[in-house]
């Protein structure tokens, strides 16, 4: 930006350089004129050339200035643009830097929650193998319980064939009286 506006600095010198040029030739047409108004009809042709070319010079002068105007204000604008950019600029790194710190945030977070998660799977796997030993005693105890009854009921038997047999001894013994 600074280069744009040495040029335009130099252009302008350059413009106003032109414009003292056309003041002169404004001033070489108005003596010619003077000088053709003293020569009679034979300067006429050469006055009106010099006045066309004084009227060219400073309306080409005028355009000049108008354009040198127009680039000036284009420089300003761009200048002004450049600046509003560079605001931009430094506001969408500093969202960058905020998004960035979030998003720091967020990954120590799903770290935290990885590592609860991996600690729950952990446990849930003792619990698993816990209850897998519990169902295993209970089996176990089902079973030794279920051998408990058929013995229980192999007892009874026994019993009550003993019984029947006491029953049948004493039977027996009272067919014989000792008395």
């Known amino acids: ?7 335009v600095r130099e252009i302008t010198e350059l413009v106003d350089l032109i414009s003292g040029i056309a003041e002169n ?3 070489l047409a108005l003596n010619t004129a003077i000088e053709a108004a003293r020569a009679g009809e034979q300067g006429r042709g050469f006055a ?3 006045r066309k070319l004084a009227s060219d010079t400073s309306h080409q002068t005028t355009n000049i200035r108008e354009m040198m105007a ?3 204000q284009a420089a300003a604008d761009s200048k002004d643009a450049v600046i509003e950019s560079r605001k931009e600029m430094s506001q969408a790194m500093k969202s960058s830097m905020d998004v960035k710190e979030t998003f720091s945030k967020i990954e120590t977070s799903v770290e935290a929650i990885k590592l609860r998660v991996e600690q729950i799977s952990v446990a849930t796997e003792q619990q698993e193998r816990s209850t897998t030993n519990v169902n295993n005693n209970i089996q176990s105890i089902s079973e030794l319980g279920e051998n408990t009854t058929i013995q229980l009921d192999s007892m009874i038997k026994s019993s009550e064939q003993v019984a029947d047999i006491g029953g049948h001894q004493q039977a027996m013994l009272h067919k014989y009286d000792f008395a």
């Open 1 to 7: 930006m600074a280069k744009l506006d040495g040029k």
């Open 25 to 27: 030739t404004n001033l």
């Open 48 to 50: 009106v050339v010099a």
């Open 70 to 72: 127009a680039l000036q």
